[in-house]
């Protein structure tokens, strides 16, 4: 009742909005978008009468015209008959008019206009409470300004037209709410009341922004009816009892290591039966497989009690002299993550539980666990999502801070993306580390980039357990009904620091001194169930001194532990892969020339009853050209890599921007008919009857969620190629986070395995530095092997070197070798991550194509590929011995052409820098006794492979024979802008090459 005055002063507000939307069917009706011929200030009627109330009043009476009110029913009769501006509002007459004859405008009967007012803004008091009430919800434990909410001005006005007098009047209730329950009409004061117990108390409801009235009605309903949050006597102790291990288990943790990090729960301790309460929910909807991402904090707890991870496993983590007994340098306990298949004994059903590994790259983890979950929707046939969904906790100040969430939720309706529907969990904390809202976001909640996807958003006071347990079932029930997000705002408080060795009364002082007076939410839910009858004192502390009994003994078995595993730790377990016993050897992969044939020919058709591009229609007929000649470009060579590999069950799925035509018009993997909109086709997954499918897709302008995404995918599966491109190889930075912390060191820290391919246009051709250089020196920065030692040159030297190694980095120069490279990511029997510096201008340069001679039955990717020419014939005349990567063996060759040195230089290419192929290093260097070393490159001297090749040609060589560089000099940008410097620089770099000491 408190409220009403500024409830209803928002209502006068909210009248001034000047717009009108109809929704389909009556814009259908009238066949168009239906507009007032008049203004609301022409039409009386109108006046104090919001425009959303309106639309809606329209929409009820074009339904059923019964069910509005008989002056609603006489103003839209009058307005579909045309009646001019003011008319169609009839004031009430003193005395019945009679209806005239002729289908003239009806006439209203006997109305006291201050009626239809006072129903009019009972009506708008009730939809600005579902618009505004969460304003005024109490839903910050500790009582202070919650999340610097400063109520608007024209909320504090105290003028409205309602008497005390006037609350005992009855109104009848609008359809657009569901407060009455069976009842119609209520009085005033029953209807204020109902609103704040619904809009004002522990929970605060934002969805009014859905554009979709029947979702607004369904939320509606499950928080307005009466009786909605109704909880038993059993739901009410099983969420005690949760609670009780939520609570106990940080302090247990907490006597126990009151020194460690361990990022604990206490202030959000209601998290774990929230997420009990999700999980049961959909397990009973028919969710089979659960995917976890989430921070560090109250990590170790959800590990405990939501995933049950083995205790003594978990508290053998504090342990800092127990060594790991495989492989891997591991990680900090709060950033590991589990798989788990355990029966949910709530659902009676059998659920896979993983928690994704994760770094303290706050939210990064987003896109992964969207991958991950796609993926295994696509392998079990669940193209609805019924029986795997995604769980995301976030941090406020993380939610509404990092823009990765931003570009996360924006894969959430992509055809080829959305994982049907998120739960996100945020743990309100109300600060971050030790920044105030008022100083971390611009906008009134943390939760408000969530409204750009129309996800209905429940913030609720994490001191009130019931309250986020109701929240949690219709959060639940939303994601399984609509298939699309939704979020949590857990409205909490941090007890401790932004860990337990955090002192902050530094910064929050105030807070701080409320915090530690604030009993916690066990105390307070425990007393008030006691209280009731619930439980009574003897069965709570018996419920309490069972899980400390639990964890003492887990705490006894952890002492016996003297190796941990990390292996236990691993959240997407493959089976037989990794493993040191079983017989490793260098894989070949060409095929049978029958095959290339096959779908060289049926690359370059095109389907019957198709009209294609008529450019495009002359580069397919290139393409069988190319087949008849036994030769392949670049693009034939990546489909008959990729038709290959369908050929043999393995599906391929390509991910990227532009990637379906290719961004330089070379791939054309899906074909648009020209007169038909909508009808598309893709070659490649027409090839074979039993093939695999083929995934295709054009991806949203984003690097760091769809490589994320494309990485969560492909940790899934091992018999599948998952590739990303980027539009240019200079873009992939924008994924750094990524690429740094789950790419290159994935498997070292978490046992993961990943045999993700990243494909990255690179190459100097004189278009600025933004499209040049795909960095290549710094994913060699980080890869894992020492400059300083050779490995054991055995036959197993190749496929070791690739076993041992973090990931494989190749820049290739013809496209035999990029077919040969794709196929020897699959035929493996590990995944490692496959960076790739693909090319431009290569695409189309005629030298730049392969013989079937060097794809079919025998052949295998060639780390180096040697000169073949005059040079070789002739070892001891050779002066200069190049090694260069990519396309500057082109500029090479053309410039040994002009220059006439064909006998006196030698050319070899290293395909596979890295691992570095020391044994054929050696090889070709050994061939040439008399040749000065050179290493040519087009970056500058502080890019490029350089650093990297350098120190290890000269390991190889024992350092008998130095290195020399040949390339451009060192420099802050990575091109020139100038294409007549670009030029003139890379003349200097083919002199410095062909100088002939």
Not at 260 to 287: H, M, Q
Not at 472 to 484: L, M, P, Y
Not at 760 to 777: F, I, K, Q, T, V
Request: aromatic fraction near 10%; proline fraction near 5%; hydrophobic fraction near 35%.
């Amino acid at each position: 009742m408190q409220h009403i005055k500024t409830v209803l002063n928002k209502s006068r507000q909210l009248a001034n909005v000047n717009r009108t939307f109809w929704p389909r069917h009556c814009a259908e009706r009238l066949q168009f978008p239906r507009y007032y011929v008049a203004p609301v200030a022409t039409e009386p009627f109108l006046n104090g009468s919001s425009s959303n109330y309106v639309e809606e009043m329209y929409v009820s009476w074009l339904e059923n015209p019964q069910s509005v009110h008989k002056s609603w029913d006489i103003f839209f009769r009058n307005a579909e008959k045309g009646a001019a501006p003011g008319t169609a509002y009839q004031a009430p007459p003193s005395v019945m008019s009679v209806v005239p004859t002729g289908g003239s405008l009806t006439q209203s009967p006997t109305f006291d206009r201050q009626v239809i007012e006072d129903h009019l803004s009972v009506q708008a008091i009730i939809r600005s409470y579902q618009i505004r009430g969460h304003h005024l919800a109490a839903l910050d434990p500790l009582e202070i300004s919650y999340a610097c909410i400063e109520k608007p001005p024209e909320l504090l006005m105290t003028d409205y037209k309602f008497e005390e007098k006037d609350m005992d009047s009855i109104f009848r209730l609008p359809r657009t709410t569901f407060i009455g329950g069976n009842e119609q009409a209520l009085p005033l004061k029953e209807i204020i009341r109902r609103l704040e117990e619904t809009y004002c108390q522990s929970i605060g409801v934002e969805y009014m922004f859905i554009n979709d009235r029947y979702k607004c009605d369904w939320i509606r309903q499950r928080f307005e009816m009466p009786g909605s949050m109704n909880f038993s006597k059993m739901d009410k102790r099983l969420i005690l009892e949760r609670l009780i291990r939520s609570t106990r288990f940080e302090e247990f943790l907490a006597r126990k290591w009151s020194a460690e990090k361990r990022f604990g729960l206490e202030g959000c301790e209601v998290l774990v039966p929230a997420l009990k309460t999700i999980i049961d929910v959909c397990s009973e909807k028919g969710v089979e497989t659960f995917n976890l991402g989430m921070p560090h904090r109250g990590r170790l707890n959800v590990l405990a009690n939501v995933a049950r991870k083995p205790l003594e496993q978990l508290f053998s983590q504090f342990d800092s002299k127990l060594e790991a007994s495989d492989e891997g340098s591991g990680d900090v306990k709060y950033h590991l993550g589990m798989a788990h298949d355990r029966h949910n004994h709530i659902s009676n059903k059998n659920i896979h539980i993983a928690i994704v590994a994760n770094p303290s790259h706050l939210e990064a983890v987003d896109p992964v666990v969207q991958g991950k979950t796609r993926a295994m929707q696509f392998y079990k046939g669940d193209t609805d999502g019924k029986k795997v969904m995604s769980i995301l906790l976030h941090g406020d100040a993380a939610f509404a801070g990092q823009g990765i969430v931003y570009e996360t939720f924006h894969l959430s309706d992509l055809p080829e993306y959305t994982t049907h529907g998120t739960i996100h969990v945020v743990v309100n904390n109300q600060i971050g580390f030790t920044t105030d809202p008022r100083h971390s976001r611009s906008s009134p909640y943390c939760t408000d980039v969530a409204r750009v996807v129309n996800a209905p958003i429940f913030h609720v006071n994490a001191d009130d357990p019931e309250a986020v347990m109701h929240v949690c079932n219709v959060a639940s029930e939303w994601r399984c009904e609509f298939g699309k997000d939704v979020v949590i705002d857990l409205v909490c408080y941090r007890r401790n620091g932004h860990n337990e060795t955090d002192e902050p009364m530094f910064t929050q002082p105030l807070m701080y001194k409320k915090i530690r007076n604030h009993k916690n939410v066990l105390k307070k839910y425990a007393e008030a169930k006691i209280e009731e009858g619930v439980m009574t004192q003897q069965e709570f502390e018996e419920e309490q001194a069972t899980y400390d009994k639990i964890c003492e003994e887990s705490y006894l078995d952890a002492k016996l532990v003297t190796k941990t595993s990390n292996v236990d730790w691993l959240d997407s377990p493959w089976t037989g892969f990794f493993n040191r016993a079983e017989q490793r050897t260098y894989p070949a992969t060409g095929i049978d020339e029958e095959t290339l044939n096959y779908i060289g020919n049926a690359f370059g058709s095109i389907p019957d009853g198709f009209t294609v591009h008529g450019g495009l229609k002359r580069a397919l007929k290139a393409r069988t050209d190319l087949v008849s000649k036994r030769t392949v470009d670049w693009a034939l060579g990546e489909a008959m890599a990729f038709g290959s590999l369908l050929k043999e069950g393995i599906h391929i799925r390509l991910s990227g921007q532009d990637v379906e035509r290719g961004t330089f018009s070379h791939r054309h993997h899906v074909l648009n008919d020209q007169n038909a909109d909508k009808k598309r086709t893709t070659p490649l997954n027409n090839l074979y009857p039993n093939q695999a499918l083929y995934t295709v897709c054009n991806s949203s302008l984003s690097e760091f969620a769809v490589l994320g995404f494309e990485l969560g995918f492909s940790m899934t599966n091992p018999q599948a190629l998952v590739c990303w491109e980027a539009q240019f190889g200079d873009f992939a930075n924008n994924a750094q986070c990524i690429i740094d912390q789950f790419i290159s060191s994935g498997q070292s820290k978490w046992y993961r395995q990943s045999g993700l391919v990243m494909l990255l246009p690179h190459g100097y051709e004189g278009m600025g530095p933004e499209h040049s250089s795909a960095r290549l020196e710094r994913f060699l920065q980080m890869c894992n092997d020492d400059p300083d030692v050779i490995p054991t040159l055995d036959e197993k030297f190749a496929i070791d070197q690739l076993y041992d190694c973090n990931w494989q980095i190749v820049n290739c120069s013809t496209p035999a070798n990029y077919f040969h490279v794709l196929r020897r990511q699959i035929a493996m029997s590990f995944r490692k991550p496959l960076i790739i510096m693909t090319p431009k201008s290569l695409l189309r340069l005629p030298e730049a194509r392969s013989s079937f001679d060097e794809m079919v039955e025998g052949t295998s990717f060639q780390r180096v590929l040697p000169e073949s020419g005059v040079a070789a014939s002739n070892p001891e005349s050779v002066k200069n011995l190049i090694f260069c990567s990519g396309r500057v063996y082109y500029n090479l060759i053309k410039e040994r052409e002009i220059k006439g040195l064909t006998e006196q230089v030698a050319i070899a290419t290293i395909e596979q820098i890295s691992p570095f192929p020391y044994d054929m290093v050696t090889e070709e260097a050994n061939k040439y006794p008399n040749a000065r070393i050179i290493w040519a490159q087009e970056e500058h001297k502080n890019m490029g492979a350089w650093s990297y090749v350098q120190p290890r040609i000269h390991t190889a060589l024992q350092r008998e024979r130095l290195c020399s560089f040949a390339g451009r000099g060192a420099q802050a940008s990575t091109a020139a802008g100038n294409k007549s410097l670009h030029l003139l620089e890379l003349q200097n770099l083919l002199d410095t090459a062909f100088t002939i000491e």
